[in-house]
Nanobody
Framework: EVQLQASGGGSVQAGGSLRLSCVVS????????IGWFRQAPGKEREGVSCISNVEVPGDTYYANSVKGRFTISADNAKNTVYLQMSSLKPEDTAVYYCAAGWGLIAQAMHILPSEFDYWGQGTLVTVSS
């Protein structure tokens, strides 16, 4: 059974930092891209960042809105993907989900978001001004 367990959300002030974790079980991080998506109230789901070892080890993708502020990483030994979020802004407020897509490169988050098959339950990030 494939499971993705997201955690680490919380409430912070603008300029603060949070680290999200996604513990993955039932699949290999060498065969699946793991992406972080977010959805704010009343807005469409947005792909935030993705990491993949499928073609190039450590291949990453970042949405323009988070480049330079967020860093994605993976600990294969722990089957965990992290999203370090810094310089947080109120517009980063959303429920953050991690998802897995078989055989995808990191850029697939932007091109083929529907190809992410497995989803975690989401963790809420609230950034106050």
């Amino acid at each position: 059974e494939v499971q993705l367990q997201a955690s680490g959300g919380g409430s912070v002030q603008a300029g603060g930092s949070l680290r999200l974790s996604c513990v993955v079980s039932g699949i290999s991080l060498d065969k699946y891209a793991i992406g972080w998506f977010r959805q704010a109230p009343g807005k469409e789901r947005e792909g935030v960042s993705c990491i993949s070892n499928v073609e190039v080890p450590g291949d990453t993708y970042y949405a323009n809105s988070v480049k330079g502020r967020f860093t994605i990483s993976a600990d294969n030994a722990k089957n965990t993907v992290y999203l370090q979020m810094s310089s947080l802004k109120p517009e980063d407020t959303a429920v953050y989900y991690c998802a897995a897509g078989w055989g995808l490169i990191a850029q697939a988050m932007h091109i083929l978001p529907s190809e992410f098959d497995y989803w975690g339950q989401g963790t809420l990030v609230t950034v106050s001004s």
